[in-house]
């Protein structure tokens, strides 16, 4: 079985801060994990993945995450916040085992930047 | 250029009337699924179809009924829609090679009154 939890429902920062978000996950198997972002009226855009590579993954806008087995944790962060990041962030997990079609996600970070 | 593509993209109707939400894709891929998004509840899945014959329910199906009319299209339907099915609905395609990571479509908003 497979479950991830958003630990914070809305975070604020302000422009030029460092951001986390952060994501706990279960899983069965060896888990693929993703950070989807959703900004307002538009729909989901992929912002990094994990697969089993390397446990710091980059992915666009500036945006990281590290892969933690031994804390069953997957944070995003980005060292600057800028306006456009304000947006809703989704931590996503799959299992890589039999039922690899499966995306669970999590309930969501609102992510407000101040100015 | 949009490769999931999906109409309406926002639908009012009233309790009682057959809805159909249409989801087209351009990448080509092999898998399709339908998703539907509440405030606070994130993402949950509807059906999920790994290719033109076949067809599965996801972990909220009931209400809901869906047609893969060709590999590029997958339509949702509501066959008497309610008020909490009022919700933003999403496409997503994924292609088997390429793992799990799936693309999403736009979404639709559907307001059932």
């Known amino acids: 079985a497979q479950s991830v939890t958003q630990l914070d429902s809305h975070v604020s920062v302000s422009e030029g801060t460092p951001v986390l978000l952060r994501c706990n996950y279960s899983?069965?198997?060896?888990?693929?994990l993703f950070w989807y972002v959703q900004h307002p009226n538009k729909g989901l855009q992929l912002l990094l993945k994990?697969?089993?590579?390397?446990?710091l993954v980059k992915g666009i806008n500036g945006f990281e995450a590290e892969f933690k087995k031994s804390e069953t944790s997957f944070h995003l962060t980005k060292p600057s916040a800028h306006m456009s990041d304000a947006a809703e962030y989704f931590c996503?997990?799959?299992?890589?085992?039999?039922?690899?079609?499966?995306?669970?996600f999590g309930k969501g970070t609102l992510l407000t930047v101040n100015p | 250029d949009a490769d999931v593509t999906q109409t309406p993209r926002n639908r009012i109707t009233k309790t009682g009337k057959r809805i159909m939400l249409e989801c087209s894709q351009t990448k080509g891929h092999d898998r399709m699924y339908w998703y539907r998004q509440d405030p606070g509840l994130g993402l949950r899945l509807i059906y999920y179809s790994f290719d033109v014959k076949d067809i599965n329910k996801g972990e909220i199906s009931d209400g809901y009924s869906v047609s893969r009319q060709a590999q590029a299209k997958f339509s949702l339907s509501l066959e008497s829609a309610i008020p909490n099915q009022t919700a933003l609905y999403f496409c997503?395609?994924?292609?088997?090679?390429?793992?799990?990571?799936?693309?999403f479509g736009p979404g639709t908003r559907l307001t059932v009154l």
């Open positions: 899983s069965s198997y060896s888990p693929s």
């Open positions: 994990y697969t089993s590579a390397a446990t």
């Open positions: 996503v997990v799959s299992d890589s085992g039999g039922s690899n079609y499966k995306l669970t």
């Open positions: 997503a395609t994924s292609d088997y090679r390429m793992g799990n990571e799936q693309f």
